[in-house]
């Protein structure tokens, strides 16, 4: 009897299998605690800040549900546009997965699709875990206003958390979620062993399969969140007698953004034709598509106009800082750090100075610069300018753009051509000079991975200085500033410690960046709700930014 199980068990799982099946429990024992710790401190505060971001209400962690309406109050019918395109990328991606897998298929001759209904189990589990997840953490967050009117005592406390846990819909959610987890695992542990009878070690396509059910899932409950919320928008207009454009600035704008998006694959793929008619074509097509995308986002300064005046300021600003800072960090960073590497007399001692601002205390050296950069006459920068025969200026009190004080306080210059006001350049200066020793090391290191063998034969064709640096040096040190490229612009996005402390009243909010006016609306309007919506707000255009960095950056880094 005990012999018959032994063979059963032998041939169920052979030794291989069981030695793959002890490997893989293995690995996933050492990756559990790394999963647990970005899930709970990485995607979960995400997760959270999107669910905030759909409720309302003054000092309310568990406010009332509103939808999109924080959107709605940041960037008016640019929310639904936002919603759509992030549905539609979603599913995108998703295809693209599932299509990457068809054309593995063909090239190798695998089979992927026992893959299928596993990965798509699992990631319909995650998706039910998820809801309940948000099913019970209101009910535990309510907790605190129930122990209110009740003797604040520990067994009251945990009677009502037993209490929130028991409920029906919580409970349902819960034990559905694990039901379909189990019968994915279950899944998995079938499709591996009709994988295994092959003789080649298997390609296991779980986690394609498990990547594009989950965002087939969320671009389906998002297209249909964002239907919803623009139906009910009409109803309410519709109850209130007015009229709405929604449809008509969701299609323009897409439209609009699309032909730009059509007008740069033109333009990318242009150099790539063999005949100058096929490039000439490629550029006029580009050209008609650029000029009738601006034309279709016409209603873009509408839906802009109609939003936060705050917000869409701290972005300008946080655009200008963006531009006002990298560039010019970079390519003093770059000078200098060349300049260090030479064989010169205090080579260390430079280094470190440097280094120093970066590693000093943001505060503290903003508080410095506050000093430095004060508005009264007698501030050591205005004593300076006083020597030299200028007169004082405002600097971290001045809201004017720089054009504008260059031309003239008295001469009308928009807004948009004002440039970033001075209070705002003096928080440029400061960023500048703190990022400039730490770009410099990281240049420096780059410079020293680069062989000297490769200067010793441009030099021996004949390559000046110049040419060894245009040809040598920046290819190989391509990577090292694709890398810093893409650090300063995500930093710079949410840059907030000093720009904190350097922001004065007088500047009318001119310097408060995007950060800055999420913070003033959580910690001084206490609407949380709102300022979840402006942070998942900068999540996206720093998800997009940095997107677009690396489609442009990737093509031109050179790895050697």
């Not at 079938?190 to 671009?219: K, S, W």
């Not at 040598?472 to 090292?480: A, E, H």
């Not at 950060?515 to 003033?520: C, D, P």
Request: contains cysteine.
């Amino acid at each position: 009897m005990a012999r018959s199980r032994q063979l059963g068990r032998r041939r169920w799982l052979s030794s291989r299998q069981l030695r793959r099946l002890r490997e893989a429990g293995l690995a996933y024992a050492f990756l559990i605690p790394s999963i647990l710790i970005i899930g709970l401190f990485g995607l979960f505060p995400l997760a959270f800040a999107a669910y905030e971001s759909t409720l309302k209400g003054l000092n309310k962690v568990v406010g009332t549900p509103d939808g999109l309406g924080n959107y709605f109050k940041a960037v008016d019918n640019l929310a639904y546009v936002i919603a759509f395109w992030i549905a539609a990328l979603c599913a995108v991606f998703a295809v693209r997965g599932v299509w990457g897998v068809l054309q593995e298929q063909r090239e190798y001759n695998s089979r992927p699709w026992p893959w299928l209904i596993p990965g798509a189990l699992v990631a319909v589990s995650v998706a039910m875990f998820t809801r309940f997840v948000f099913l019970l953490l209101p009910e535990l967050l309510n907790v605190p206003s129930k122990l209110r009117g009740a003797a604040n005592t520990q067994e009251n406390f945990m009677a009502l958390v037993k209490e929130s846990w028991l409920l029906p819909n919580v409970q349902q959610a819960f034990w559905t979620s694990v039901a379909v987890l189990l019968v994915g695992v279950v899944a998995a542990t079938v499709a591996n062993r009709m994988a295994t009878r092959r003789r080649a070690l298997p390609r296991i396509y779980f986690g394609e399969f498990f990547t594009a059910t989950l965002l087939a899932i969320a671009a389906i409950v998002l297209a249909w969140f964002t239907w919803e919320q623009v139906n009910l928008a009409y109803a309410t207009a519709l109850e209130a007698g007015e009229g709405l454009d929604i449809w008509s600035q969701i299609v323009t704008i897409s439209a609009g953004f699309l032909l730009l998006l059509g007008a740069w694959w033109l333009w990318e793929n242009a150099d790539e034709q063999e005949s100058n008619r096929g490039l000439i074509f490629r550029l006029i097509g580009a050209t008609m598509l650029m000029v009738g995308g601006w034309v279709l986002i016409s209603e873009l300064p509408q839906a802009v106009a109609a939003g936060d005046k705050d917000w869409w300021q701290g972005l300008q600003a946080t655009v200008y800082y963006v531009i006002g800072t990298v560039p010019m960090q970079l390519g003093i960073s770059l000078v200098l750090a060349v300049m260090l590497f030479q064989k010169i007399r205090g080579q260390t001692f430079f280094r470190m100075v440097y280094f120093l601002p970066y590693i000093a205390p943001f505060v503290g050296t903003a508080a410095v610069f506050r000093i430095l950069f004060s508005g009264k006459p007698n501030a050591p920068i205005n004593s300076i300018l006083g020597l030299l025969g200028f007169d004082s200026m405002a600097w971290l009190n001045e809201p004017n753009g720089i054009f504008r004080i260059i031309a003239g306080v008295d001469q009308s210059v928009t807004m948009a051509l004002s440039g970033p006001s001075l209070a705002l350049v003096v928080i440029m200066i400061y960023g500048i000079w703190t990022f400039v020793g730490f770009d410099t090391v990281v240049f420096l290191a780059g410079l020293g991975s680069i062989p000297k063998e490769l200067y010793e034969v441009a030099s021996i064709d004949g390559a000046g200085t110049w040419q060894q640096f245009r040809h040598v040096t920046l290819p190989l040190l391509s990577p090292t500033l694709y890398f810093l490229s893409l650090y300063a612009v995500i930093g710079t996005f949410k840059a907030f410690n000093h720009i904190y402390v350097l922001r004065q009243g007088a500047a009318l909010g001119t310097a408060d960046t995007a950060s800055i006016v999420i913070f003033q609306a959580f910690k001084r309007d206490t609407r949380y709700g709102y300022a979840s919506a402006l942070a998942i707000l900068l999540l996206i255009i720093i998800l997009g930014v940095t997107a677009i960095n690396n489609r442009i950056a990737s093509r031109r880094v050179f790895y050697g």
